[in-house]
């Protein structure tokens, strides 16, 4: 059975940075696509982007390029999304997912970040 | 401002029958695969249809999709309250070479 155990919920400072995780289990890692969506308190989800760790490969949002970096780590078995500077606008909650070739498959349960100001 | 359109609100009684819609472009829906995702809060989204019209294992076959053109549609039959969540739709965006979400649907069982 194919698992996702995301990291636990983070409190950070404007300006920080942070990294939250996403860990694969029961599956091959390298063999599929996890991506990372975004929900703001009471907004949509948003598509942020998404990785193959297979080869790297990354492909973002135009609304995120620049903004965030998904990386992988193969050898645990753990997709990264990374926030730089953060601002309150950056409050949300993170979920990551497989992506299978147009949608997103199997869903973690969430990392809630909270930016204060 | 979503890249595909859905309506902000749907309601009906338990075990009538209610569709939401999501309208997109030629970028999108008109040459991509349609996904339908329920979420209610607090959980991790769910998917219910793929590729347009398939439901994952596990999903009743009360729900159901289509897709015409730039649109696509989703259907709940025998409506129950625990069907009461917030719809996505999303597809991918050959424009912007990046996945799309609808601004989602608020489904309320009255």
């Known amino acids: 059975e194919v698992q996702l155990v995301q990291s636990g919920a983070e409190v950070k400072e404007s300006g920080e940075s942070l990294e939250i995780s996403c860990k694969v289990s029961?599956?091959?890692?390298?063999?599929?696509?996890i991506g990372w969506v975004r929900q703001m308190p009471g907004k949509v989800l948003e598509w942020m982007g998404i990785i193959y760790p297979g080869d790297a490969e990354t492909r973002y949002s135009p609304s995120f390029q620049g903004q965030v970096t998904i990386s992988a780590d193969n050898s645990i078995n753990t997709a990264y999304l990374r926030l730089r500077s953060l601002k309150a606008s950056d409050t949300a909650m993170y979920y990551c997912?497989?992506?299978?070739?147009?949608?997103?498959?199997?869903w973690g349960r969430g990392t809630l970040v909270t930016v204060s100001s | 401002q979503s890249v595909l359109t859905q309506p902000p609100s749907v309601s009906a009684a338990p075990g009538q029958k209610v569709t939401i819609s999501c309208s997109g472009s030629s970028s999108n829906i008109a040459n991509n695969y349609v996904s339908w995702y329920q979420h209610l809060p607090g959980t991790a989204p769910k998917l219910l249809i793929y590729?347009?019209?398939e439901r994952p294992s596990g999903i009743p076959d009360r729900f159901s999709g289509s897709k015409s053109g730039t649109s696509a549609t989703l259907g709940i039959t025998g409506l129950q309250t625990g069907d009461e969540a917030d719809y996505y739709c999303a597809t991918w965006d050959s424009r912007l070479s990046a996945g799309v979400f609808g601004g989602g649907t608020k489904l309320t069982v009255l």
């Open positions: 029961g599956y091959g890692f390298t063999s599929l696509w």
């Open positions: 997912a497989i992506w299978r070739s147009g949608y997103f498959d199997l």
């Open positions: 590729d347009n019209n």
